[in-house]
């Protein structure tokens, strides 16, 4: 008995409660510290772009992408199938942006017969004429650069696919506004492009620092675009 009273009262000595409470504070500024580095590293803010032509009137189908300037990119996660169809004689959408690895089917919903071709360096490749409600195998875009798509049967169908590396982009609307959502905060080569530069014009770019409240980005192109082909 009287050894455990003993052993009790050594336990429980000034300098062992000092210890107790020095861990419990050590514990509690670790878990602060830690859940300080999950807030930081999970912050991320919406960039919103606008685009105006020479002239100072809105831009659609303008892709704006942001690189981060410091650290790596993110890892590839498998992305699901992109979309261009041929609708109305035309291919939809006019202008898409991928990242690189994705692929992309090229369904036909017309009733007549396309042909589907692209002379790209970034991406060669030939769907020989295929029927109404053909959807042929996926084509895989893996290396990042401009793509015009044709068809060989309608000479004024045009698509545009720019491959990517990053995976923050996001495309003009009608009012030239375009809006990268869940951007990781940091700094950005943020570069802006429209399909009548082609692979030829580099796109036009600026540095950013994205916080948690970031003002509205301005891109101002220096020529007018040239309306779209139709038949
Ligand atoms: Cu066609």
């Keep these: 008995m009287q050894n455990n009273f003993l052993h009790h009262e050594c336990g429980d000595t000034p300098l062992a409660r000092h210890h107790r409470a020095l861990k419990i504070v050590q514990r509690l500024a670790l878990i602060l510290l830690m859940s ?13 772009v606008t685009a105006i032509d020479k002239n100072g009137s809105p831009m659609s189908d303008v892709i704006i992408y942001a690189t981060p300037l410091h650290g790596p990119l993110p890892v590839t996660t498998k992305a699901a199938n992109v979309v261009i169809s041929q609708s109305g004689m035309q291919f939809s959408p006019y202008v898409t942006a991928v990242r690189t690895g994705t692929q992309v089917e090229f369904p036909n919903y017309d009733k007549m017969e396309h042909h589907v071709k692209s002379f790209s360096s970034a991406k060669e490749f030939e769907i020989k004429t295929y029927d109404r409600g053909v959807t042929p195998p996926p084509v895989l875009f893996d290396k ?18 720019l491959v990517l590396d990053t995976p923050y982009f996001a495309k003009s609307d009608n009012n030239g506004v375009t809006r990268i959502e869940h951007l990781p905060e940091g700094e950005y080569k943020l570069e802006a492009w429209h399909p009548n530069m082609g692979s030829i014009k580099p796109p036009l770019n600026q540095r950013v620092n994205v916080v948690a409240d970031n003002p509205t980005v301005h891109f101002q192109f220096d020529f007018v675009p040239i309306a779209r082909k139709t038949k």
Aim: proline content about 0%.
């Design 36 to 48: 300080l580095w999950i807030a930081r590293q999970a912050s991320a803010a919406d960039l919103v």
């Design 144 to 161: 990042a650069g401009t793509v015009v798509v044709y068809c060989l049967l309608h000479n004024w169908m045009r698509a545009y696919v």
